[in-house]
């Protein structure tokens, strides 16, 4: 019994080995078999199917900014040749000459009058200017530069004379509440010898300094004079309001 089952044992192996080739050629026919008949099944088609395009939008990208151009290396200055001056010495002393001046008109020894100072010439120059002669006539009719502005008396500037004066009329409301005292105007006593401008320097009371104003607009002067001529003199006036009795 044992010995029979050694036998079939190593039979067994040997048999295996004998049909293992076959199934695998089996099998390799089904497998062909199979795939020739899916491929004979489909069909082709006749025409290729259209192509398609494929939009793809193109992305706009910023470029940067060419580099600048690089800077010019500066011009190297010209140095200009420096002149050299010579040292100035100032003389320890300087004198001066005089030279006598000799009258126009003189007379030379000869006896006749000299002209610039040249014998020959005629005593007090020359009529009617002429040539070489330089005897002048002394200017005697000069006028003073008249001021721009008003000034006041002295100078040379004399002083306004009041010609007419109006006497101020005394309100009746600063009688009835005892209003009175000393006011004090300066003015411009104009070239025709109205009063120009005034105004109240110190004053007694409303009613009285605007009764002064009213007055002294209407005084006349005999105007200050620089020389002969008239001119604007700053002056100042005195109206005094006293009430009877007091």
């Excluded at 009719?141 to 010609?163: D, E, H, K, M």
């Excluded at 009175?180 to 003015?187: A, D, Q, S």
């Excluded at 001529?229 to 100042?236: E, I, K, M």
């Amino acid at each position: 019994m044992l010995e029979h089952s050694m036998v079939v044992s190593r039979l067994e192996p040997r048999s295996r080995l004998v049909f293992l080739p076959a199934a695998a050629a089996l099998h390799g026919a089904i497998l062909t078999a199979a795939m020739v008949a899916a491929v004979w099944n489909v069909s082709l088609p006749s025409t290729p199917p259209p192509m398609r395009e494929l939009w793809v939008p193109a992305l706009a990208v910023a470029l940067p900014p060419p580099p600048p151009p690089p800077a010019a290396a500066p011009a190297a200055r010209r140095s200009e040749p420096v002149e050299r001056l010579a040292p100035v010495t100032t003389p320890a002393e300087t004198r001066f000459e005089e030279t006598p001046a000799q009258p126009v008109g003189a007379v030379s020894e000869a006896g006749s009058g000299s002209e610039n100072g040249r014998s020959g010439g005629q005593e007090g120059g020359v009529p009617d200017g002429v040539d070489g002669s330089l005897v002048l006539n002394p200017v005697t009719n000069l006028q003073p530069v008249l001021p721009v502005r008003p000034v006041r008396p002295g100078g040379g500037v004399s002083t306004p004379v009041n010609l007419v004066r109006i006497e101020p009329a005394y309100p009746e409301l600063a009688k009835k509440i005892g209003a009175h005292g000393l006011v004090v105007i300066e003015c411009v006593i104009a070239r025709d010898g109205s009063v120009r401008d005034p105004k109240i320097v110190r004053g007694a009371h409303p009613l009285l300094d605007k009764a002064a104003l009213e007055a002294v607009r209407q005084w006349k002067f005999s105007p200050g004079r620089m020389g002969e001529r008239p001119v604007d003199v700053l002056f100042t006036l005195t109206v005094s309001f006293e009430l009877a009795g007091r």
